[in-house]
């Protein structure tokens, strides 16, 4: 487990060299080189103090032996020639085992700052290499600086994922294991600290024949030598790692393994992959190959476990397609979803994980999926912890699933995770792998009722028309877009387009009682549904699919129940990819399943359902209009912002997002919390006020905010301190309340600063009217702020009745 001291040396040196190497990725390699020179000279003196010779440093390479670098006669700039030459003749040297010389390959220090490499050198020699299990954990804390390499479409994938994988595939200590795009050897560690866990027993012996079984490729030699430093301080003396374009070269296209596990780049060079000719799928996306390759160099019996884009789940395209159809028929037993953020903040996008099993997949007439909401941390892009957690339960469920198998016995789906035949992915001929799109709807309780497809109770299931792609209103006929359906199931008319009438189609036209329905967007918003509840002139788009109800159903139980399936993500199992979109057929659509209760029974629903929205449409009614105001009388005596409060500007730190340590106190920048952080500088009640950015002007948020207790703020941020809270308060709802225009400067960048913040003309009342105005505001927000609870509480009240409609 990593200690708090070998922790502070990591940032320490980081910390060091961030001026002069600002890139995360090449402090990370300064650090490494520098840690590997310091354990070659601490293992010679350790044979010279059994009584040996040193092996390393000798011969002509003796003079730049750790000990001579740090020679007190050494001048700065000579220690600066002497540290960059070894760097540079490092990999010739003989003396030193391969390992090490591939580490010391195309090594060298990028910047001249005597200065900076004496303070770097003396924090490296505070290392010692007789902790190698502690620096084992140390290298892996100092690999998570790393960020994405997004050209590549590589991501530092989660170490919880990692271990979920390994988990869920359960390698074993004869098995060979690869990893061919295998980054910093995250899911090789992972694999052996596993194997380790569940076979205690392992002899030394065995201990020194299992390493021999891990092997790694990467394209990139940077990575290579990050690998073969990681393994090398996790116990693999001679670690297998090898500069390696899985997916061109050929080399070693006849090796097979085990097991293969992989985190694969997600992204193509512009024209694609051009790789050789033995894939089974011909295809030039990085994604599609790098599943191929792991797929065909399974052994017999080979398991592995995938990271994978959505393309993969769900695009039409042909490549795509027969992969699934190969996947499916021959080696593919389980999918797991995955939450949009598990690759914050280097990436949002969406993934999910492919078991392979070629024993397993051959004799099973199904595919298990397995839906991750929640993984332990929230998904924005600080990923702080919480408490909702699916992945033990996941994990557990596989595990039993596999084990009733081997029983040829079954456990029942759940809410977790579901099982789909085979026959029925491959009826609709594009194999999709989307879960959802599979779901059984199951009633059970009391309230059970037929359940009918949308074709059955719709009129018309339409799309309407396409007029051209500018925001721009060219006419005076309302243009229905996906945009006038918000995500909670509510016609928004601002910011519409207008067309002219005659673009319109005749039957494109809206009427009161008709169902909107967004068919076209990003995965997540397809399927967003609102009714049209009153009288409009108004045509809709091609995006949008109209479902007009028949006598069997009523329009506002049908968009509800419909926009309940959207909430849901019914829809997103529907989906499939067109040129540049996302969306759902009208054909697919219409076969939506749709609970349908006796006409009197969804009369006493909707009036339910009508009851609870005028509730929550008051509610947000006073939410969205309420503004702090501040009644000013114009006899109140007039000071300037400077003279009442103490400005603390000077002892802000910015901090670059690569520096920052994660910890539990907030860092502020110039509209709030950006991030949070190890340490703190302020530690009061403070007033915080916009420095620059576009805000200042479009004042799309507060630009004065009040903070309390230990906090970070950059320099983006004035930091303001006043005698007491009531002041503080009433100045924060002032500003807040009226134009700075003619104090900011800056037309790319607006900025306010200093001098003209402290400039600012502010009424100043009696500190008695102050508090009792401040009491007044503050009873305001209490009020604002328990109709928020109550639009939350009757939201779910909607939800649960629809709910119970389903028998749930």
């Known amino acids: 487990m990593l200690d708090t001291e070998t922790k502070r040396k990591i940032d320490s040196c980081r910390d060091i060299l961030v001026g002069k190497v600002p890139d995360p990725k090449g402090q990370v390699e300064q650090i490494t080189i520098?840690?590997?020179?310091?354990?070659?000279?601490?293992?010679?003196?350790?044979?010279?103090?059994?009584?040996?010779?040193?092996?390393?440093?000798?011969?002509?390479?003796?003079?730049?032996?750790w000990s001579a670098i740090f020679d007190p006669r050494v001048g700065g700039h000579e220690l600066l020639l002497l540290y960059a030459e070894a760097l540079l003749k490092m990999e010739q040297n003989p003396n030193i085992p391969q390992l090490f010389r591939d580490i010391f390959k195309n090594a060298f220090l990028p910047y001249r700052d005597p200065e900076t490499l004496r303070v770097f050198l003396k924090e490296i020699d505070n290392f010692s290499y007789d902790h190698s299990e502690r620096l084992g954990d140390a290298f892996e804390y100092l690999l998570s600086v790393l960020g994405s390499q997004g050209e590549a479409g590589q991501f530092r994938t989660p170490r919880h994922i990692i271990d979920f994988i390994v988990a869920a595939v359960d390698p074993q200590p004869r098995e060979t294991i690869l990893d061919p795009a295998c980054g910093t050897a995250g899911f090789l560690i992972s694999s052996y600290k596993h194997i380790l866990k569940h076979h205690p027993k392992l002899s030394t012996p065995q201990k020194k024949r299992l390493i021999r079984n891990f092997v790694g490729y990467d394209i990139s030699y940077d990575m290579v030598r990050l690998s073969l430093v990681n393994m090398?301080?996790?116990?693999?003396?001679?670690?297998?790692?090898?500069?390696?374009?899985?997916?061109?070269?050929?080399?070693?296209?006849?090796?097979?393994?085990?097991?293969?596990?992989?985190?694969?780049?997600?992204?193509?060079?512009?024209?694609?992959?051009?790789?050789?000719?033995?894939?089974?799928?011909?295809?030039?996306?990085?994604?599609?190959?790098?599943?191929?390759y792991i797929a065909e160099h399974l052994n017999p019996s080979g398991r592995a476990g995938v990271i994978v884009p959505e393309g993969i789940i769900f695009q039409s395209q042909r490549a795509y397609k027969k992969l699934r159809q190969m996947l499916i028929e021959?080696?593919?037993?389980?999918?797991?979803?995955?939450?949009?953020?598990?690759?914050?903040?280097?990436?949002?996008?969406?993934?999910?994980?492919?078991?392979?099993?070629?024993?397993?997949?051959?004799?099973?007439?199904?595919?298990?999926?397995?839906?991750?909401?929640?993984?332990?941390?929230?998904?924005?892009?600080?990923?702080?912890?919480?408490?909702?957690?699916?992945?033990?339960?996941?994990?557990?469920?596989?595990?039993?699933?596999?084990?009733?198998?081997?029983?040829?016995?079954?456990?029942?789906?759940?809410?977790?995770?579901?099982?789909?035949?085979?026959?029925?992915?491959?009826?609709?001929?594009?194999?999709?792998?989307?879960?959802?799109?599979?779901?059984?709807?199951?009633?059970?309780?009391?309230?059970?009722?037929?359940?009918?497809?949308?074709?059955?109770?719709?009129?018309?299931?339409?799309?309407?028309?396409?007029?051209?792609?500018?925001?721009?209103?060219?006419?005076?006929?309302?243009?229905?877009?996906?945009?006038?359906?918000?995500?909670?199931?509510?016609?928004?008319?601002e910011g519409s387009k207008y067309v002219p009438a005659s673009a319109a189609r005749p039957d494109a036209f809206v009427r009161v009682g008709d169902v909107l329905f967004n068919n076209t967007n990003s995965k997540a918003l397809v399927g967003k549904t609102c009714l049209v509840g009153h009288d409009i002139q108004a045509a809709f788009s091609n995006h949008i699919t109209r479902l007009r109800a028949n006598k069997k159903v009523i329009p506002r139980f049908l968009a509800a129940i419909v926009q309940r399936l959207f909430e849901k993500q019914y829809f997103a199992g529907l989906c499939h990819e067109w040129v540049n979109q996302v969306g759902i057929g009208n054909a697919a659509l219409a076969?939506?399943?749709?609970?349908?209760?006796?006409?009197?029974?969804?009369?006493?629903?909707?009036?339910?359902?009508?009851?609870?929205?005028?509730?929550?449409?008051?509610?947000?009614?006073?939410?969205?209009?309420?503004?702090?105001?501040?009644?000013?009388?114009?006899?109140?005596?007039?000071?300037?912002?400077?003279?009442?409060?103490?400005?603390?500007?000077?002892?802000?730190?910015?901090?670059?997002?690569?520096?920052?340590?994660?910890?539990?106190?907030?860092?502020?920048?110039?509209?709030?919390?950006?991030?949070?952080?190890?340490?703190?500088?302020?530690?009061?009640?403070?007033?915080?006020?916009?420095?620059?950015?576009?805000?200042?002007?479009?004042?799309?948020?507060?630009?004065?905010?009040?903070?309390?207790?230990?906090?970070?703020?950059?320099?983006?941020?004035?930091?303001?301190?006043?005698?007491?809270?009531?002041?503080?308060?009433?100045?924060?709802?002032?500003?807040?309340?009226?134009?700075?225009?003619?104090?900011?400067?800056g037309?790319?960048?607006?900025?306010?600063?200093?001098?003209?913040?402290?400039?600012?003309?502010?009424?100043?009342?009696?500190?008695?009217?102050?508090?009792?105005?401040?009491?007044?505001?503050?009873?305001?927000?209490?009020?604002?702020?328990?109709?928020?609870?109550?639009?939350?509480?009757?939201?779910?009240?909607?939800?649960?009745?629809?709910?119970?409609?389903?028998?749930?």
């Open 330 to 493: 021959n080696y593919l037993w389980a999918v797991v979803s995955l939450p949009a953020g598990v690759f914050q903040p280097y990436s949002g996008v969406k993934t999910s994980i492919l078991l392979m099993d070629r024993s397993l997949a051959r004799r099973l007439d199904k595919v298990l999926f397995v839906k991750i909401e929640a993984d332990g941390f929230d998904l924005g892009a600080q990923r702080r912890p919480t408490d909702k957690d699916d992945l033990p339960d996941a994990l557990d469920y596989l595990t039993r699933y596999r084990a009733t198998l081997a029983d040829d016995k079954t456990i029942a789906d759940n809410d977790l995770a579901h099982a789909v035949s085979k026959e029925e992915i491959a009826a609709s001929d594009d194999y999709n792998l989307t879960g959802e799109r599979y779901r059984k709807f199951e009633h059970h309780g009391q309230s059970v009722w037929p359940v009918v497809s949308l074709a059955d109770i719709c009129e018309k299931i339409k799309s309407g028309f396409a007029f051209g792609k500018a925001n721009g209103n060219t006419g005076d006929l309302l243009h229905l877009r996906p945009m006038n359906i918000s995500a909670d199931g509510r016609l928004v008319l």
């Open 591 to 745: 076969q939506t399943p749709i609970p349908l209760p006796p006409l009197a029974v969804q009369e006493k629903i909707v009036a339910e359902i009508e009851g609870y929205q005028k509730i929550i449409d008051a509610a947000r009614t006073i939410v969205e209009t309420w503004k702090p105001t501040l009644k000013i009388d114009p006899e109140w005596p007039v000071v300037k912002l400077g003279e009442i409060a103490e400005n603390l500007d000077g002892k802000r730190v910015p901090i670059t997002k690569c520096d920052r340590v994660s910890g539990p106190y907030p860092y502020y920048g110039a509209s709030g919390i950006v991030d949070y952080v190890a340490d703190y500088i302020f530690d009061d009640d403070l007033l915080l006020i916009s420095e620059d950015g576009a805000n200042l002007l479009a004042r799309v948020t507060p630009i004065a905010f009040s903070v309390s207790g230990k906090c970070w703020v950059n320099n983006h941020a004035h930091v303001l301190r006043f005698p007491d809270k009531a002041t503080q308060v009433f100045v924060e709802r002032y500003l807040n309340s009226i134009p700075l225009d003619n104090y900011i400067t």
């Open 747 to 808: 037309s790319a960048q607006p900025k306010l600063n200093q001098r003209a913040l402290n400039t600012i003309p502010i009424p100043f009342p009696g500190l008695e009217t102050r508090q009792q105005l401040v009491t007044e505001i503050e009873a305001e927000q209490t009020a604002v702020e328990q109709n928020k609870k109550l639009i939350g509480l009757f939201e779910a009240k909607i939800k649960a009745v629809l709910d119970e409609v389903w028998g749930k």
């Open 232 to 292: 090398y301080l996790h116990g693999f003396v001679e670690p297998h790692i090898f500069e390696y374009d899985t997916l061109t070269d050929e080399d070693r296209w006849g090796d097979s393994f085990d097991v293969i596990l992989a985190n694969p780049p997600f992204m193509s060079p512009k024209g694609g992959i051009r790789p050789h000719g033995r894939f089974a799928i011909q295809a030039k996306r990085s994604e599609v190959l790098f599943v191929d």
């Open 34 to 65: 520098a840690l590997i020179y310091k354990f070659m000279d601490d293992m010679d003196k350790q044979s010279v103090g059994m009584g040996g010779k040193p092996a390393f440093f000798v011969g002509k390479y003796a003079k730049y032996a």
